[in-house]
């Protein structure tokens, strides 16, 4: 649905006017691996200097199971997940195209074929997900390209956005043409993410992207000072998970488990709840596969904060 044009452009000029992207940490060993993600508090998903490259491939096929990768291609096993959401972040966007290419873990691209290169779609909720290895270096002239990943970004009905993403700590980002910059059109300060070993041999890595589109549900006063989720822990888990969170306004909850497909498979709380600090604890039965899920925690029907959680 078509949100009233001036209305959203005062929301988006107020966020951007009053916030950055924000990354909580709770500080626990077990939750230094998932950071929880505060919706409201974002950056427009910015261009990549150096744009499509030489090595795009089109039509390329639909990621299966969520591998980018297949689970014999060499290297550093890398899980990409996040959401996409509207340019001031208050909405998400399902059904977004989300193309990726990247080199092999040797810096070399697959330019006849289709290998580390596919297609998914973000969620009912916004989210996505992809496994792949981490992508290796390849000269640039007389310097080596940090390692990197392409993204060509389609919203429902609105314009492609071609970048990269970037990985904290990589010691050629700072002699590199393109991630380098840190202002302007380009700039890829918010495109630098951390990756974090999760505890079975892969890292994992979250980066939320803010595209022209139209969000699945609605815009809404910022609301930063909503609610959040402070910790959910162990985190990989096995068979329970206890959740603590805080809400702060009286307002109608929801605390949600959402899977990759975007539905439902657990509630956690649906109440009409005061100010405060709450606990719960999800415990799962055997039909609740192992995976990925996402956390995610609603006030007053407006999804304000989310946590990838990880069943084992």
């Known amino acids: 649905m078509k949100e009233n044009n001036s209305r959203r452009q005062f929301l988006r000029n107020t966020a951007l006017a009053g916030l950055s992207l924000g990354l909580i940490n709770t500080g626990s060993k077990a939750n230094s691996r998932q950071p929880l993600t505060v919706l409201g508090a974002c950056n427009p998903t910015t261009l990549d200097y150096y744009g499509q490259g030489p090595f795009y491939t089109a039509d390329a096929p639909d990621i299966i199971d969520n591998l980018l990768a297949g689970l014999a291609e060499p290297g550093t096993r890398l899980v990409i997940s996040g959401r996409v959401q509207t340019l001031d972040c208050t909405a998400t966007i399902a059904n977004t195209i989300i193309d990726i290419w990247h080199a092999n873990a040797a810096g070399a691209y697959d330019n006849t074929g289709f290998n580390l290169r596919g297609k998914t779609l973000s969620n009912a909720e916004g989210f996505y997900i992809f496994e792949t290895v981490l992508p290796g270096k390849y000269l640039n002239g007389a310097s080596y390209r940090p390692s990197h990943i392409h993204f060509k970004i389609t919203p429902p009905g609105f314009a492609t956005l071609t970048t990269q993403l970037y990985f904290e700590g990589d010691t ?23 990756l974090i070993e999760n505890g079975a041999g892969k890292l994992e890595g979250t980066w939320d992207i803010a595209i022209n589109g139209d969000g699945e549900v609605g815009i809404a006063d910022l609301h930063t000072d909503k609610g959040l989720i402070y910790s959910a822990s162990p985190n990989p888990f096995t068979n329970q998970i206890a959740v603590h969170y805080g809400v702060f306004q009286s307002a109608h909850v929801k605390l949600k488990v959402i899977n990759l497909q975007g539905n439902v498979v657990a509630t956690l709380a649906d109440a009409k709840m005061a100010p405060g600090k709450f606990q719960t ?10 995976g990925h899920y996402f956390l995610t925690l609603q006030i007053n029907d407006l999804q304000v ?8």
């Open 305 to 312: 904060h989310y946590v990838k959680i990880v069943k084992v």
């Open 172 to 194: 050629d980002i700072p002699g590199d043409a393109a991630a380098s910059i840190t202002t302007g059109t380009f700039d890829a300060t918010n495109r630098i993410i951390p």
């Open 281 to 290: 604890t999800w415990t799962t039965t055997n039909e609740i596969p192992n």
